[in-house]
C-alpha cells in the first residue's frame, strides 16, 4: 500500500493515502479507463488536497513521451481573420479540458495539406498523436489520412463515422440529425423543404444530413425534390449565393435546413433581400449551434452537437492508441435547439 507522505509529495504518497499501488496512481491522474471511476476520483482529490503535480519530464523520460498532443485545424474561410470555423472554437475548449484533465498538452496550429506535416509532430517527437479538425474536400482529404496510417502515426479525427473510416473517427449522428431537423420542419406544417449544403461524397458530413432530412420527408409521404438541393460550403456568402440561386430560379419552398449555421445565416440575408419574411413565409433550421445563431433576427434553429462529448471521446480514442490499444470510431448524438426561426 505505498509508505507513509513525506516531505514532497510524490505519487507514493498518494498511493499511500488513496490504499493502492503506485501504478494505479499513476494510471489514475492520466485517465487511463482501466482504474474505476470512484477510485480515479479519490486518487484525483488526495492530489488535489497534496498539491501534487506530474513531473512531466520524469515521466517522459520513462515512457519516451512528450505528453503533448498535437491539434491540428483546417484552414476554412471565414468573414475574420482566423480561418478557423467557429464551431471548431467551441471543441477547441472542450478538447483543451479533456487534454488537461488527463495531464497533457496541447500544440494547435493549421494542417499544411502541401506539406508533409505529419514529419512534424510524432514522428520528431514533438507530439505523440493528432487529433484533427476539418478536412474539406474529403475524396481528397482521404490520401492523407492513408499516408498516416501507413506511417503508424497516432492519429484520431472529427468526422463523419462510417463504416470505410481511415483510422478511429468520432463524429455526430448526421443522419439522425437531419431527420430531426426534418421532422421538425414538417410538424411545423412545412412540405417543400430546401437543403443548402453540398451533399455528395466530397462532403461526407453534409451529404449525412441531406440523407436524413430526405428520410424524414420519406416518412411523411413527401418526395425529396432534388431542385431544391443548393450546394454550399461552410461560409456565409455561400449560403447566400446558394439561396438566391433557388429564389432566382423561381423554386418554391416554404423551409431551408442548412448545412451549417454560416450558410443558415447567409440565407436568411437572400431570403430578407427578396422581401420573404422568417418564418411566416419560410421556416430556417442551421446546423451546429454557434454563438452568433442566438443572435440573428429572428433567432436561428439549429442543431447543437455534443462538443463537451466530442473532446472526451476524441482524447480517450487517441490515447487509447498511443497506449498501444485499438481505438473505435463513435458517434455521438445531437439535439435540436428551437428558436423564432422556425416559429413559436
Known amino acids: 500500500m505505498g509508505r507513509a507522505p513525506t516531505g514532497k509529495p510524490t505519487s507514493f504518497d498518494i498511493a499511500y493515502l488513496a490504499g493502492v499501488s503506485q501504478p494505479t496512481v499513476s494510471r489514475a491522474l492520466r485517465g487511463d479507463k482501466s482504474v474505476s471511476q470512484a477510485t480515479r476520483e479519490k486518487i484525483e482529490k488526495i492530489a488535489r488536497e497534496l498539491n501534487y503535480t506530474v513531473d512531466k519530464n520524469a515521466s517522459s523520460l520513462r515512457t519516451q513521451r512528450s505528453n503533448t498532443i498535437a491539434l491540428l485545424f483546417f484552414e476554412d474561410p471565414t468573414s475574420d481573420e482566423s480561418m ?10 472542450s478538447i483543451t479540458r479533456a487534454a488537461g484533465r488527463r495531464g497533457l498538452d496541447l500544440l494547435i496550429s493549421f494542417q499544411q495539406m502541401e506539406d508533409d506535416w505529419h514529419t512534424q509532430y510524432q514522428d520528431s517527437h514533438r507530439a505523440d498523436g493528432l487529433i484533427l479538425l476539418g478536412y474539406g474536400d474529403y475524396t481528397l482529404y482521404e490520401e492523407r489520412l492513408q499516408q498516416l496510417a501507413r506511417q503508424g502515426t497516432h492519429f484520431v479525427r472529427w468526422g463523419s463515422v462510417r463504416d470505410d473510416n481511415i483510422g478511429a473517427t468520432i463524429g455526430s449522428d448526421n443522419f439522425g440529425a437531419g431527420r430531426m431537423a426534418g421532422e421538425h420542419l414538417l410538424e411545423r406544417g412545412r412540405k417543400r423543404i430546401a437543403f ?3 451533399a455528395d461524397e466530397h462532403y461526407p ?18 418526395e425529396p425534390d432534388p431542385a431544391l438541393q443548393a450546394n454550399a460550403l461552410t461560409g456565409e456568402e455561400e449560403g447566400h449565393t446558394a439561396m438566391r440561386a433557388l429564389i432566382d430560379a423561381g423554386a418554391r419552398f416554404d423551409a431551408v435546413f442548412a448545412a451549417s449555421d454560416l450558410i443558415a445565416m447567409g440565407a436568411m440575408r437572400a431570403l430578407a433581400e427578396s422581401g420573404r419574411i422568417v418564418p411566416d ?8 449551434n454557434i454563438p452568433a445563431a442566438a443572435l440573428t433576427t429572428p433567432p436561428l434553429t439549429t442543431v447543437m452537437q455534443d462538443t463537451r462529448g466530442a473532446g472526451d471521446a476524441l482524447l480517450e480514442a487517441l490515447v487509447e492508441q498511443i497506449d498501444g490499444k485499438d481505438a473505435a470510431s463513435r458517434t455521438l448524438p445531437a439535439k435540436l435547439v428551437t428558436r423564432a426561426s422556425t416559429g413559436n
Not at 467557429?86 to 471543441?91: E, I, R, V
Not at 458530413?205 to 413527401?222: D, M, P, Q
Open 84 to 93: 478557423i470555423n467557429p464551431f471548431f472554437l467551441a471543441m477547441l475548449g
Open 196 to 198: 443548402l449544403g453540398q
Open 281 to 288: 413565409e419560410v421556416a430556417v433550421v442551421g446546423f451546429d
Open 205 to 222: 458530413e453534409f451529404a449525412g444530413r441531406y440523407a436524413g432530412l430526405c428520410a424524414a420527408l420519406g416518412s411523411a409521404g413527401i
